[in-house]
């Protein structure tokens, strides 16, 4: 697959953030052994998309981040996953902090001495599940132009900080639809658009403010506890025009500027980028007070926390939601006019200056278009969304079929890779399938709208509709699947219906089972062994006997 390698270097670094995969219980079950972030998608591990995304944008200073525990597996993987060991160089670089667990998050990751000491410029954050056909290049443009701070980007980094952030959001309700997909709330603000039409590929049409975000959850759980949802009358002032959107979710996809890192190290309490960095940040562009109280006017100042011990401006952010939404008539400080007035004034007296007061740089939303012809801009973070992106990614053209110059970056060379595998008499619907290296198809099978990885067997009058298979696994002769995912080296024995199934890894499916909607996974390793039942008993007894003393 080409790589825009050859673009100019952007100075910026990505760090891909590889969880635990909580989400994928019957493929995770161990992540030390099988980390998230190597679970295939359409035939290639899921790192591997957000790491073509940085070298379509142009970095190449890539970093891996995981658990200590993960290390060994994805560093396997790097060195002899055929599609990793083709990335072009520089090769990303893994670390595994020793303070980083299965429960870190996001954003105590960025307080990890070993991170912090990592990044050394403006930075982008992308977890390890993202499929994005978006070219990251045009969101970087989009972020230069509006929120990045020409005197920031061309200096020695001398204060004040004047660069803001930029994230991504995608609408949900589109095809395919992902029934119980995770939503966020956000509330946005028009931008002021230039007098001049943009060129058909900028994304700035689809940029605004973001104002307030948190989750979907979050949401429900306050308008619970308040019965409605009550909004500010400084936001109201700030931003006249507000969009509120239901219905999209946080693609986590992070621009950074350097001096978000002394923010999060000066208040403690932000665990998640997402909700809690990104929240407070848009919060802080219109609540009164707030710049100073999180301790981000002195940061953008230079100021650092060992010069300015006084805890009280520093910030707290255990601040109550009913604080910060209800409706006070105090009138803002003038260092918090709003982002739109403020940065572009900054921008417009003079191209090299710095502002002469500090104030609150822009965080922005882009959110992305749900037109079908969109480029696909999802996160993988479930089992129903693992199965549906790779359907629709088996979809694409190869490039066999389109020419490299033409073809989609996730397109693969071939659709079916070893035709030699498959014997006559077999139905394949190559135009929705995607079929890897050393696949044995036997005679009498039917495969449709699947995904087959490599080194798998497909037994005689076999039948497969929808389905994602992964490497090494075994299909017996005569079996019905449909809408199924089987982990890898996984077998299904001979004569079996399955429908709506998961099947763990090495897991061996008795013949002529028949299952629905279930989550087929071994129970070794949970059984109790003969101590912990005696000790049960024995809790048990003692039990009665306090009971019969009582």
Not at 50 to 59: A, E, W
């Given at each position: 697959m080409p790589?825009?390698?050859?673009?100019?270097?952007?100075?910026?670094?990505?760090?891909?953030?590889?969880?635990?995969?909580?989400?994928?219980?019957?493929?995770?079950?161990?992540?030390?052994?099988?980390?998230?972030?190597?679970?295939?998608?359409?035939?290639?591990?899921?790192?591997?998309?957000?790491?073509?995304?940085?070298?379509?944008?142009?970095?190449?200073?890539?970093?891996?981040?995981?658990?200590?525990?993960?290390?060994?597996a994805i560093t396997t993987a790097l060195n002899t996953n055929p599609f990793l060991t083709a990335l072009p160089h520089p090769r990303p670089d893994l670390v595994a902090p020793h303070g980083l667990d299965q429960n870190t998050g996001t954003a105590e990751i960025l307080r990890l001495p070993e991170i912090r000491e990592l990044i050394t410029s403006d930075f982008i954050v992308l977890p390890c599940d993202l499929v994005c056909e978006l070219g990251g290049d045009r969101l970087l443009q989009a972020w230069m132009v509006k929120a990045a701070s020409l005197p920031d980007l061309l200096s020695d980094g001398e204060p004040p900080y004047c660069n803001g952030g930029l994230g991504v959001w995608y609408e949900t309700k589109t095809t395919p639809p992902i029934k119980g997909e995770e939503t966020d709330f956000i509330v946005t603000a028009p931008m002021s658009m230039p007098p001049v039409p943009t060129s058909k590929d900028s994304l700035l049409p689809h940029l605004s403010y973001l104002t307030y975000s948190m989750p979907k959850d979050s949401l429900n759980d306050l308008v619970d506890q308040k019965k409605s949802f009550p909004i500010r009358h400084g936001l109201l002032r700030t931003h006249p025009k507000l969009r509120m959107l239901t219905t999209h979710r946080d693609a986590h996809i992070y621009i950074l500027p350097r001096w978000i890192l002394d923010f999060i190290q000066e208040n403690e309490r932000l665990e998640t980028i997402g909700e809690d960095v990104i929240g407070w940040w848009a919060k802080a562009n219109w609540a009164t007070g707030l710049f100073g109280k999180l301790g981000m006017k002195k940061i953008i100042e230079g100021r650092s926390k060992s010069q300015e011990t006084d805890k009280t401006a520093r910030g707290n952010v255990a601040l109550s939601e009913e604080n910060l939404l209800d409706s006070p008539g105090r009138t803002r400080e003038s260092y918090e006019t709003s982002p739109p007035a403020e940065f572009e004034k900054a921008q417009g007296d003079d191209l090299l200056a710095k502002p002469k007061e500090a104030a609150v740089p822009p965080i922005l939303a882009y959110i992305h278009p749900a037109s079908v012809d969109a480029p696909l801009l999802r996160r993988v973070d479930t089992a129903q969304l693992l199965l549906a992106i790779s359907l629709q990614l088996a979809k694409l053209p190869s490039i066999e079929e389109t020419g490299p110059e033409t073809a989609s970056p996730f397109a693969h060379p071939k659709k079916l890779a070893y035709p030699e595998g498959v014997k006559p008499r077999t139905t394949i619907t190559r135009q929705d399938c995607l079929i890897a290296e050393n696949v044995m198809v036997e005679e009498k099978t039917s495969i449709k709208e699947s995904v087959i990885g490599a080194n798998c067997q497909i037994k005689e009058g076999a039948k497969l509709f929808q389905c994602l298979l992964m490497d090494g696994v075994v299909v017996g002769k005569g079996c019905k699947l449909t809408r199924c995912i089987l982990g890898k080296r996984s077998e299904v024995g001979e004569g079996s219906t399955l429908t709506d199934c998961e099947v763990q890894e090495n897991l061996l499916v008795e013949p002529r089972t028949e299952d629905k909607d279930s989550k087929l996974m071994s129970s070794s390793g949970l059984e109790a062994s003969e101590q912990e039942m005696q000790e049960a008993l024995d809790g048990i007894d003692e039990g009665d006997e306090s009971a019969m003393l009582e």
């Open positions: 790589h825009a390698v050859s673009m100019p270097a952007t100075g910026l670094q990505a760090l891909i953030l590889c969880g635990p995969g909580s989400s994928f219980p019957t493929f995770t079950s161990n992540p030390d052994e099988n980390p998230k972030a190597l679970l295939p998608i359409a035939n290639r591990p899921m790192v591997w998309y957000p790491i073509d995304f940085c070298y379509r944008t142009g970095i190449t200073n890539i970093t891996l981040i995981c658990p200590p525990s993960a290390s060994d």
